[in-house]
């Protein structure tokens, strides 16, 4: 199915250990944007990646690590995850003009 | 750098009512602005965007939104809502295609 997926939908894993939240699309786009979503806090940028094997930090990259080896994904790893970083997770991607969103991932880590 | 003010964290409205979500940013640049809606347990979608041209721009389901530059200014309007534009709308602005910087959101209620 063309679009961007996000896997998993739901995730709880403990503190302190290391989590990968997945990210595809279909288009080819070039830019692709990892957010968190708080309350309170809207959305804010993790990471983004303007082509494969460039990335750079957003507002809050503390505790995040990313990589682009392909165009089409864009994997979010919490090398040891904590409380902080229970959140719901979103994916984009942008070929200008505005982002197309995944569905998101919503993990809580306990 | 740029942000993005909602001052309204929630607006209940009656249904049929008219309704304006208000939006205001700040950039010492041009900017592209955005408006996006998201639904329970759904990611965001792109509403309307402002790139270039009229300042005046409007999407497919009646919602409208005017660039007012010399009031940094966004605000997104429709004039008779329904029960399914219960949502949260997210106004975001960037001074480029990317990096968008997204404001904290408004919840509109529409109320039967």
């Known amino acids: 199915d063309a679009g961007i997926t996000q896997s998993p939908r739901y995730k709880i894993t403990e503190t302190g250990r290391q989590v990968t939240l997945m990210c595809h699309q279909t288009w080819s786009h070039s830019y692709m944007f990892w957010y968190r979503q708080d309350l309170g806090h809207g959305l804010r940028l993790i990471y983004y990646?303007?082509?494969?094997?460039?990335?750079d930090k957003g507002e809050v990259p503390d505790g995040y690590v990313v990589s682009r080896s392909k165009t089409e994904n864009f994997p979010l790893t919490l090398e040891s995850a904590t409380r902080s970083q229970t959140s719901v997770y979103f994916c984009a991607s942008s070929a200008g003009g505005g982002y197309t969103f995944g569905s998101g991932t919503r993990l809580t880590v306990v | 750098a740029q942000s993005v003010t909602q001052l309204d964290s929630q607006v209940p409205v009656f249904e049929e009512a008219p309704v304006e979500l208000r939006c205001n940013y700040s950039s010492s640049v041009s900017v592209y602005l955005f408006w996006y809606v998201q639904y329970p347990n759904q990611g965001l979608q792109l509403l309307l965007k402002?790139?270039?041209?009229?300042?005046l721009v409007e999407s497919i389901n009646g919602f409208e939104a005017e660039f007012n530059k010399s009031q940094t200014s966004f605000h997104l309007r429709k004039p008779s809502v329904h029960i399914s534009d219960t949502a949260e709308y997210f106004c975001a602005v960037s001074k480029g295609y990317q990096k968008v910087t997204f404001g904290t959101g408004t919840k509109l209620q529409v109320i039967p």
């Open positions: 402002y790139l270039s041209g009229s300042t």
């Open positions: 990646s303007a082509a494969a094997d460039i990335t």
